[in-house]
């Protein structure tokens, strides 16, 4: 029986142990941390046939290797082990790669991005949902990759599980971490969102970032591209020449083409052809309709009607932790935007937040320009609530350029109620958790933080 080893006992991994399990694998689920849930889960794969090690860090020092080692999204690529694997021959992918391997018969859609992912990955499966396809979102949201093969391949028991557990469309939001540990890994259609400094500290120079989410486009049979991103818009046709390039103004831009789809008098067009008014989408921001333009350019390259796409983005919601109205509260409105985790989305957050806001921000910082974010926050914050590791850093930087109107705190409980007060003091109809921080300091995930977010503006609201 051939052997794999599974790096991460997260959601992806533990997808990823059971479809190797079910092809025959002795599977070995290995993870360095350890917790009450992490033991739960071990003895319910225990249960399946699926050995977990906790406290356990893979070592090739033994006679008895495996044939493949399969790593979940956050374990770096470079790691020692992983770099010794490759050089001696051993199969390594990642969790991606080895979903794709099992639903290649089907399209998919990859949607890379520094910022507007989630968005994009979202609208795209609504629009394609709406369309009669089942196209579930997975990879860094909705389901594992592997939870849909596991899905699918559980679907021959017979035919009304077969049509239930079908995919028509795969619609993945793909990391950069995910990008290089898939190298097979050949989308119908690649969407290009945005691309600014982030990661820096696992990828090193911003160069290998943008090879990195290069090398997914390069690999995919269509390309999506936002040319309202500076850093892609000017590497333009040069670097891109057949790709599909969206843009929120109809004109020619400086790079000299113009785009496949635009927005014109307030309307989504797509090569002449109006799709949809712009104020359909009920989500706010000029960046939400750069996610917009991309969504629609998608859904007509796979054959989408106007008349499928119209009511799918009028009725869309919106994506949690991204500009997600909470609650209206004695006129101030509570908007979590805990998915902003850098500079730039946090930047672009507060942007779309038309009046003067107090803002809530800090956790784990992470490297990159913070200056545009700064300008933004002079020009419209009333006050800023600064928690988490970062907060002494943001202070500082924060006098650095004449902006004194900040509060050091430690937690989101102390902050969330302060931020009601001083909503109040200062005439503010807005309260914006948007941290341009990881969220590692003191949760779990960006989606921990703004459940956490959720739960105290509603205790706020019943009182």
Known sequence: MPKA??????????????LLKQEGWQV??????????????????????ITVKLKHSLNLNTSDLPQL??????VPWDLPVLVEARNQGIETIGEIELAWRHLQSSPWVAITGTNGKTTTTALISAIFEAAGFHAPACGNIGYAACELALKRE????????????????????????????????????????????????????LENYYDIKASLLRRSKLQVINGDDPYLRKLGKQHWPDAYWTSIKAEENETGFQPWAYIKDGWVIVREEPIVPVTSLQMLGE??????????????????????????????????HRLEKIIS??????????KATNYDAAEVGLAA????????????????????WIKTIQNKVAVVLLIGEAAPAFAQRLEEFGYCSFKVLETMEQAVP?????????????????????????YQSFEHRGEHFRQLCLELSNK
């Open 28 to 49: 070995t689920l290995s993870d360095r941390n350890s917790s009450e849930v992490l033991y739960q889960q071990q003895q319910e794969l225990a249960a399946e046939g």
């Open 353 to 372: 937040v038309e009046s003067r806001a107090i803002l809530i921000a800090g956790g784990e910082a992470k490297a990159g320009d913070d200056t545009n």
């Open 154 to 205: 559980n679907s021959c028991i017979g035919e009304q599980a077969k049509i239930k557990n079908r995919v028509d469309w795969v619609i993945g939001e793909i990391s950069s971490y995910q990008i290089e540990s898939s190298r097979e890994f050949s989308p119908n259609i690649g969407v290009w969102t945005t691309f600014t400094p982030d990661h820096l500290s696992r990828h090193k120079t």
């Open 287 to 320: 960046h939400n309709q750069q996610n917009l333009l991309m969504a629609v350019t998608v859904a007509k390259l796979a054959g989408i009607e106007k008349e499928a796409i119209a009511p799918a983005i009028a009725n869309f919601p919106g994506v949690p």
């Open 418 to 442: 302060k931020a009601a007060q001083l909503a109040k003091d200062y005439n503010a109809s807005v309260v914006l958790l948007s941290p341009a921080c990881a969220s590692f300091d003191q």
């Open 5 to 18: 080893i599974v790096i991460g006992l997260g959601r992806s991994g533990i997808a990823a142990a059971r």
């Open 329 to 338: 509260w004695q006129g101030i409105d509570f908007i979590n935007d805990s």
């Open 69 to 74: 080692i399969v790593v979940s999204p956050g």
